[in-house]
């Protein structure tokens, strides 16, 4: 297997509703990915994107072909990735795969989703086919739903009050949206920077006992990145960010993943694979991008990717140690929280978010101190699927 | 390899008040709702039982944002329910004020009750029995 560099990285702002096709986002993004990695669309021998549901917010099939004409990547096999809000995350890992293996030396990979514009009852509804349409929607499962029922497993498994755990919570979305506000590629820019534990927790409570700022938003936006062998990404650019290890797994529905609730066993088998490739641990990383669709699922996310002990994450983020400065730095960008989560598209943008602050290039206040190396981590459904890379400076 | 208990047959027993399931006649484990394989062992050596439909609450939460076409059900609460045979069923439950469920739920011993029925959407490729539950 060759080793595989991110050499290019693009996103287009992650907003509410837009009026931007998927394929304008998805071009946008690409583009400037290009450019960002010195590449010319000719020389891209594949296109591998993540995309959702694109079905239902615009009618849009295929999308993933017609990105690929409409970016001057003419006739290239172009493959759309589905595995829920992880597609961005499968079409980059899948695209390291095909470099590495030697098939490809630069290919060029993301995602596009545009949630918002589904508007909340479709997209609540969309977001619900993600759990098992026989055995779950029936009773009437709904994506905040499932993370409801997670943090009250939480509570229980841990014997954390549920107070204090609601408490927990809400100091997640606090921090993201901190960072968030300063992001200007984020949904969230400008907003909520002043969020306190009080204001969450006394938020619409969207499924107990999840408030609103619980939850991140729906959200329309793209992002892609340039993959490129060791060799061909050494000429292409002076700051190769090289994915040193990538991790897989996928599980049935939440009802089957029982032995293991309130962990999500697909990303204990994910990050397990990733740091043993990378030949690396939890200690080595300096900042993660990490599956924040809810705030109980920071707490969960971070545990299993061996970063904080089990049942103690809130109380680390309570103390600092999730933030720029703490122990490891997690979602400086503000995360899926505040950033936002375009979910074909949210993968893709924490390799762009990891791959700036690795260059140095991120917003400075957000920028961690001395980052070398970085680790994402992205969730699909419930569990499904999920993917974790681990990616380092490669000068 | 033909299906040994699909949907389609599941569903009716549930609508029934029948709660089906597959014992693995090599590790003996229970397996529900039906797969193709044992979920603990994956072999293909299943056979059809019925279960007793008693358990108890791991989890639960009340939503009041539902899906397009089902706002009218908030708010209504979801409740996890280890069976006594060892497999998870997502059901509702009743005789419990949606808005005063909390944490005291956790533990709580319940039995199936008649199940009532999801009637579909136009995603949805027709109808589904939803497991209830209620504490005893």
Redesign the interface.
């Known amino acids: 297997m060759r080793k595989v560099a991110v050499v290019g990285v693009g996103e287009t702002k992650f907003s509410g509703p837009q009026t931007k096709t998927g394929v304008e986002l998805f071009a946008e993004a690409a583009t400037d990915a290009m450019k960002d990695g010195n590449v010319k669309a000719k020389d891209v021998q594949a296109l591998f994107v993540g995309n959702c549901l694109s079905d239902f917010a615009e009618g849009q099939g295929m999308v993933q072909a017609f990105a690929a004409e409409n970016i001057g990547c003419f006739n290239v096999p172009a493959n759309r990735y589905e595995g829920a809000c992880a597609s961005g995350s499968m079409a980059v890992r899948d695209a390291m795969m095909w470099v590495a293996s030697g098939a490809y030396d630069i290919v060029l990979a993301g995602g596009v989703e545009r949630a918002a514009t589904l508007g909340t009852p479709l997209a609540t509804r969309t977001f619900a086919m993600f759990s098992d349409a026989r055995y779950e929607f029936p009773a009437g499962i709904t994506f905040p739903g499932v993370f409801a029922m997670l943090a009250h497993l939480y509570a229980a498994t841990y014997k954390i009050p549920i107070d204090k755990l609601r408490e927990q919570m809400a100091a997640v979305s606090v921090q993201s949206c901190k960072y968030g506000a300063q992001n200007p590629k984020g949904q969230f820019f400008g907003k909520y920077g002043d969020l306190t534990v009080e204001k969450v927790l006394s938020s619409f409570m969207v499924a107990s006992p999840l408030t609103l700022h619980d939850c991140c938003p729906f959200s329309d936006g793209a992002a892609a990145v340039v993959l490129a062998s060791e060799d061909v990404a050494k000429k292409l650019t002076k700051k190769p960010v090289y994915i040193l290890g990538a991790g897989q797994a996928s599980s049935g529905p939440l009802i089957s993943q029982y032995d293991h609730l309130p962990k999500i066993y697909a990303r204990e088998l994910a990050s397990k694979q990733a740091y043993k490739q990378s030949g690396l641990s939890p200690k080595d990383i300096n900042l993660v991008e990490l599956h924040d669709c809810f705030s109980i699922a920071s707490l969960i996310a971070s545990e299993s990717m061996g970063l904080f002990d089990y049942g103690k994450s809130g109380a680390a983020w309570q103390k600092g140690e999730a933030a720029i400065g703490g122990r490891v730095a997690i979602n400086p960008s503000g995360g899926l929280k505040s950033k936002g989560h375009p979910i074909g598209a949210t993968g893709a943008g924490q390799v762009y978010e990891v791959t700036k602050q690795l260059r140095g290039e991120a917003i400075p206040a957000l920028q961690v101190p001395n980052a070398k190396t970085g680790m994402t981590d992205t969730l699909g459904g419930d569990g499904g699927t999920v993917v974790n890379m681990i990616l380092q400076r490669g000068w | 390899m033909e299906y040994k208990l699909t949907?389609k047959e599941y569903?009716e027993a549930m609508k029934t008040g029948k709660l089906l399931g597959l014992k693995c006649k090599d590790c003996g484990s229970i397996t529900a709702?039906p797969?193709m394989v044992c979920?603990k062992c994956g072999s293909e050596n299943l056979e059809i039982i019925q279960l007793k439909g008693t358990g108890q609450i791991?989890?639960?939460?009340?939503?009041?944002?539902?899906?397009?076409?089902?706002?009218a059900?908030c708010p209504?609460t979801?409740v996890?329910v280890?069976l006594e045979e060892g497999?998870?069923?997502?059901?509702?439950i009743t005789g419990v004020e949606p808005l005063k469920?909390s944490?005291d739920l956790?533990?709580k011993k319940v039995k199936m009750q008649q199940a009532t029925i999801?009637g579909g959407?136009k995603?949805?490729?027709g109808e589904?029995?939803?497991?209830l539950f209620a504490l005893v």
């Open positions: 949907f569903n709702p797969k979920r791991t989890t639960f939460s009340t939503i009041n944002v539902a899906a397009e076409g089902r706002e059900e209504y979801i996890m280890k497999p998870w069923l997502l059901g509702n469920a944490m956790v533990g999801f959407d995603f949805s490729a589904s029995a939803r497991p």
